[in-house]
């Protein structure tokens, strides 16, 4: 997507390009591909930014519109930022001395749900936060009341109305808090509200992503005391202050996983700068497919070699399981594999909104409650089809790229949430993918 924003009469508005892409199928994909910093790493930390009292630069940051959003966010709470020139691509240089606001309004918030990673560091460093409930894909309920206790555990306050969280933490201080669930966001979200408490924080059954592990890094490369993250108890010794730092993220596990679906279903690729140990279940479950398969640390050969054999059966999990965030890509796989494969989605309810797009591609899918059997068809064909949500969205792509004809996929600015340009490197690797320039709609997320 291409968003930008103006202050129009003191009212934000975001003008909206609904791009499609316009896919011919068959080609072969050949050749290497680098894998992009994390999405899911740089949304927290940039959140994070918000307890650094000093500049930060994070390299290698690519412009996923969800970092562009965040970015909105700090520079609305009163920091700077600026993409500069690095080494590799693009660097993000963010200065938080000057933060002054503490909320977070709903025209903001509504574009990245990742908007509600900065509950916890507005009010770890201003004392009080206002931040309306966030947006982001549609793909089922997403509460946030694990965020929400946790944070309240810790002696803030929270109050609930019209559609905004009003918390006040001037009493703030270190403590056990055991979540109900290995939520990541909120797991992010204590991490970071616990940094400047006083006293310990010990967090009790936390998400284990490695995103979670990146977010540590990086808090404690700018003075903070954490650690445990990526193990079942992460403990967190408040600091007075943190200072500013230079650092990567990690690569991007799912747009990784992508690219590995990608060669298993129609080419072979080499796909550089990925922590192929983050990406196990997946691999593993490819390795079914009668693909070959060289793996190295951080890089990866995946290699087609025919019509793929069904992978048998996935169900999705919480890290080290098989990620909810490469579902929508497997029944692409799925749709022209051999054989029969089963699909269970355990962690959001409706994140299954691809499959009506691909039944208009031909695939072959049934589904109740929460469980679906694909049965491989020989052949998919192009259609005109809308990309649901972000992941949903890149299934598509794998589906048009191997289709008969040529397939339309509307609202790829969905798809621009966290896949930067995959238009250019499926190109360069032999794709005929092209993005058609639509400026449809001016939108402020109502
Ligand atoms: C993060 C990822 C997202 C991924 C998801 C699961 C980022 C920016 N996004 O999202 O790409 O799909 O993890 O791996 O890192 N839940 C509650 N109450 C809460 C919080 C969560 O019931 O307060 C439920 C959710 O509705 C969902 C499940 O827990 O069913 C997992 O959510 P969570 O781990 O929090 O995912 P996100 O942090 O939103």
Do not use: W
Not at 252 to 281: P, Q, Y
Not at 419 to 433: M, N, P, Q, T, V
């Amino acid at each position: 997507m291409s968003l930008f924003f103006a202050n129009f009469l003191g009212r934000f508005i975001i003008y909206s390009y609904m791009d499609s892409f316009y896919i011919v199928g068959g080609n072969r994909l050949e050749g290497e591909v680098v894998i992009d910093s994390a999405k899911n790493s740089l949304l927290p930390i940039l959140a994070g930014c918000i307890l650094v009292e000093g500049e930060v630069l994070l390299k290698n940051v690519p412009r996923y519109s969800d970092v562009l959003a965040m970015c909105k966010i700090l520079e609305h709470l009163g920091g700077k930022t600026r993409f500069i020139k690095g080494e590799v691509g693009e660097d993000l240089y963010i200065d938080c001395r000057d933060i002054s606001y503490n909320d977070v309004p709903n025209e903001l918030a509504c574009t990245v749900r990742s908007s509600i990673f900065t509950l916890g560091p507005i009010l770890g460093r201003m004392g009080t936060a206002k931040v309306s409930y966030p947006g982001g894909c549609d793909i089922g309920l997403r509460p946030i009341d694990i965020h929400l206790a946790g944070i309240k555990q810790l002696g803030s306050k929270v109050v609930d109305k019209n559609g905004y969280i009003y918390a006040d933490g001037l009493k703030l201080k270190g403590e056990d808090v055991m979540l109900s669930f290995s939520s990541v966001g909120a797991t992010e979200n204590i991490m970071m509200l616990a940094v400047l408490a006083k006293g310990q924080t010990r967090i009790f059954n936390p998400a284990r992503e490695p995103e979670i592990v990146d977010l540590q890094n990086f808090l404690n490369s700018c003075g903070a005391s954490i650690t445990g993250a990526g193990s079942n108890l992460i403990v967190i010794n408040g600091v007075k202050k943190l200072h500013g730092t230079t650092y990567q993220a990690i690569s991007d596990r799912i747009e990784a996983g992508t690219f590995m679906i990608a060669g298993a279903m129609c080419g072979k690729l080499e796909i550089k700068n990925v922590a192929t140990d983050h990406n196990l279940e997946l691999i593993t479950k490819l390795s079914q497919t009668a693909c070959k398969i060289e793996r190295y640390n951080d890089r990866i050969i995946i290699e087609n070699r025919g019509r793929p054999i069904s992978f048998g059966e996935i169900e999705t999990a919480v890290y080290p399981g098989f990620p909810t965030d490469l579902q929508a890509q497997m029944f692409a796989l799925a749709s022209v594999s051999e054989g029969y494969s089963l699909i269970i989605e355990n962690l959001f309810e409706s994140r299954f909104k691809h499959i009506g797009e691909l039944l208009k591609m031909g695939a072959d899918i049934r589904c109740k409650n929460g469980v679906c059997i694909v049965k491989g068809k020989e052949k998919i064909y192009g259609a005109e089809v809308t990309a649901p949500d972000l992941r949903g969205g890149a299934s598509l792509v794998l589906a048009g790229l191997v289709a008969e004809g040529y397939t339309t996929i509307n609202n790829v600015e969905l798809i621009d949430r966290g896949y930067f340009r995959i238009e250019d490197k499926l190109s360069a690797l032999g794709g005929d993918i092209k993005r058609i320039k639509c400026e449809k709609k001016v939108d402020n997320c109502s």
